[in-house]
């Protein structure tokens, strides 16, 4: 079970890939009042999902809720999701996350990367 979850791929149009990971935090969206923030390298971004790297020692599982934040070109981006998958390398995770965005949300990202791809070329 845990092997097919690896293949999971956000079949969308526009998927942005940063040379440069963005770094944001993530955090378990729990009702407890302290949750640990941990800092999230964005490896890449798309209107429905993200594929993250988190230094961290517990390892989050599949369908686990979370809260992600973080910048592009200074606007902040906040969105909750859930762990769609898990890979461990050393002592860092990847995760790929299914993010619940709203229409504004996802036009606003869709401009702001597609103002900085611009600004990259």
Same mark, same amino acid.
């Given at each position: 079970?845990?092997?097919?979850?690896?293949?999971?791929?956000?079949?969308?149009?526009?998927?942005?890939?940063?040379?440069?990971?963005?770094?944001?935090?993530?955090?378990?969206?729990?009702?407890?009042?302290?949750?640990?923030?941990?800092?999230?390298? =964005?490896?890449?971004?798309?209107?429905?999902?993200?594929?993250?790297?988190?230094?961290?020692?517990?390892?989050?599982?599949?369908?686990?809720?979370?809260? =992600?934040?973080?910048? =592009?070109?200074? +606007? +902040?981006?906040?969105?909750?999701?859930?762990?769609?998958?898990?890979?461990?390398?050393?002592?860092?995770?990847?995760?790929?996350?299914?993010? +619940?965005?709203?229409?504004?949300?996802?036009?606003?990202?869709?401009?702001?990367?597609?103002?900085?791809?611009?600004?990259?070329?």
């Amino acid at each position: 079970m845990e092997e097919s979850s690896m293949y999971y791929k956000r079949n969308e149009p526009f998927r942005y890939t940063f040379g440069t990971p963005t770094v944001g935090t993530i955090q378990k969206a729990e009702l407890e009042e302290e949750t640990q923030t941990y800092e999230a390298k =964005i490896l890449d971004l798309s209107q429905h999902g993200a594929k993250i790297e988190v230094a961290q020692d517990e390892k989050w599982d599949n369908g686990t809720p979370i809260l =992600i934040r973080f910048s =592009i070109l200074e +606007e +902040e981006f906040v969105a909750n999701g859930i762990v769609k998958w898990h890979k461990q390398l050393g002592s860092t995770h990847l995760y790929g996350l299914d993010l +619940e965005t709203s229409e504004e949300w996802r036009k606003s990202l869709i401009n702001n990367l597609k103002q900085l791809a611009k600004d990259n070329l």
